[in-house]
């Protein structure tokens, strides 16, 4: 079955820095979701990817779909104490929605 | 019109009795995923179900587990004989359509085995 891989597990960094999530699908996929969980909370979608090599903004987030519609990736910019949180992408194909591990993101002020 | 409306917040069973999370989805919402999310871990696909059928199970367990989503009223997620391995926190998911909407989650259910 399809396996949505992603990377890094955790991430700390220095308030300011930049920071990357990848994801990677084992199948090719229709469309991939972005979502943010905060601790304690529940994942709150953030956005959907949806054409071979789409990139879209969101303030200082910038999401990429991959050409090959396999893999993806979560850019913050000048990361802020609010990105405290965990990132999940979600690979959706034939009604099927799996989810990455996530990647856990701590921001030092 | 409400959120994904998940009961109980809080479940705390003795090992051997049976758990039952519930999950309403949002009005107009025909598709539900239930997820596992261990502590400090991502989410594992359980199930995915629309009305009265279940799409796709394999991510549940196959024993002890089960799960429905009846013509009328939620959505049930039955854990029966629960063990200490099971204390996770539950979390059920709806969308209006397959595969190209968003999916909004409930709050969750933190199953807590003792």
């Known amino acids: 079955g399809q396996q949505v891989m992603q990377i890094p597990q955790y991430q700390h960094v220095q308030e300011g820095e930049d920071f990357t999530t990848y994801c990677n699908s084992s199948?090719?996929?229709?469309?991939i979701q972005w979502y943010k969980q905060r601790p304690g909370g529940h994942p709150v979608f953030l956005i959907q990817?949806?054409?071979?090599?789409e990139v879209k903004k969101q303030k200082r987030l910038t999401f990429q779909f991959g050409e090959a519609k396999k893999n993806s990736s979560l850019h913050i910019t000048a990361t802020q104490t609010t990105d405290v949180g965990t990132y999940f992408c979600?690979?959706?194909?034939?009604?099927?929605?799996?989810f990455g591990a996530g990647t856990r993101l701590t921001v030092k002020p | 019109n409400a959120g994904v409306m998940q009961n109980p917040r809080h479940l705390v069973r003795r090992r051997g009795q049976e758990a039952r999370l519930r999950c309403s989805p949002m009005?107009?919402?025909?598709?539900v995923y239930w997820y596992r999310q261990l502590p400090e871990e991502g989410l594992k696909f359980m199930v995915y179900?629309?009305?009265?059928?279940?799409?796709?199970e394999s991510g549940m367990p196959k024993e002890r587990f089960s799960a429905e989503f009846p013509k009328e009223g939620p959505s049930i997620l039955r854990i029966q004989q629960v063990v200490r391995g099971d204390s996770a926190a539950y979390f059920c998911?709806?969308?209006?359509?397959?595969?190209?909407?968003?999916?909004?989650f409930g709050q969750g259910t933190r199953l807590t085995v003792v």
């Open positions: 998911a709806s969308s209006p359509t397959a595969i190209w909407a968003e999916a909004f």
């Open positions: 199948t090719t996929l229709s469309n």
């Open positions: 990817l949806v054409k071979s090599g």
């Open positions: 979600a690979g959706r194909n034939n009604n099927d929605m799996r």
């Open positions: 009005k107009g919402h025909s598709h």
């Open positions: 179900l629309q009305k009265e059928n279940i799409i796709d």
